[in-house]
T-cell receptor, first 115, second 116 residues
Framework: AQKVTQAQTEISVVEKEDVTLDCVYE???????LFWYKQPPSGELVFLIR??????QNEISGRYSWNFQKSTSSFNFTITASQVVDSAVYFC????????????FGKGTSLLVTP | DAGVIQSPRHEVTEMGQEVTLRCKPI?????LFWYRQTMMRGLELLIY????????DSGMPEDRFSAKMPNASFSTLKIQPSEPRDSAVYFC??????????????FGEGSRLTVL
């Protein structure tokens, strides 16, 4: 069963628009971690953020913000005032203590930001 | 720290040949993971090790795939014999585990395998 669902396969926005990438997860563990990774066209996986299951505080880092809601099992990612350099595939991932912290990745959302 | 180092970065081989991918994890990390990325299946966990011991290899597609970790600083993923459907990017990642690090995985740059 898919543990992480990213329903949006592709999103295209014009520069300076705000965009939200959705992530819904499924777990029975009480201790788990949620992540977002970015994969630019060059192919490497770049860590963006980690959240643990006991910390539902939202986080803002520059133009990036994350909304973690346990009630809806969601961990959404918003880019404010998008830029062309934000074009990439973004992966949401779940790590469970009972699985040795292996990351279960969603299928990814491909974001294209056009000038 | 040098990060996770993978080699080769690119490999092109012919069907039936043996392929060996190598990984050097970050020193001090207790966990090592091998992932495969394809367009069709996304990022799949193949196997992971804890303190050099394979813990879960349920993601290894078939007997043609094998992985070893002879010591804390080196791991290999071998495909023998290789097939065109094995073409993918193979990522190695290491992690210090949970606790303060929260299970973050540090990824290598990947090995792009093409089997003709």
């Amino acid at each position: 069963a898919q543990k992480v669902t990213q329903a949006q396969t592709e999103i295209s926005v014009v520069e300076k628009e705000d965009v939200t990438l959705d992530c819904v997860y499924e777990t029975r563990d009480t201790t788990y971690y949620l992540f977002w990774y970015k994969q630019p066209p060059s192919g490497e996986l770049v860590f963006l953020i980690r959240r643990n299951s006991f910390d539902e505080q939202n986080e803002i880092s520059g133009r990036y913000s994350w909304n973690f809601q346990k009630s809806t099992s969601s961990f959404n990612f918003t880019i404010t005032a998008s830029q062309v350099v934000d074009s990439a595939v973004y992966f949401c991932a779940l790590s469970e203590a009972n699985s040795g912290y292996a990351l279960n990745f969603g299928k990814g959302t491909s974001l294209l930001v056009t000038p | 720290d040098a990060g996770v180092i993978q080699s080769p970065r690119h490999e092109v081989t012919e069907m039936g040949q043996e392929v060996t991918l190598r990984c050097k994890p970050i020193s001090g990390h207790d966990y090592l993971f091998w992932y495969r990325q394809t367009m069709m299946r996304g990022l799949e966990l193949l196997i992971y090790f804890n303190n050099n011991v394979p813990i879960d290899d349920s993601g290894m597609p078939e007997d043609r795939f094998s992985a070893k970790m002879p010591n804390a600083s080196f791991s290999t993923l071998k495909i023998q014999p290789s097939e065109p459907r094995d073409s993918a990017v193979y990522f190695c990642a290491s992690s210090p585990g949970g606790g303060a690090w929260g299970g973050e995985l540090f990824f290598g740059e990947g090995s792009r395998l093409t089997v003709l």
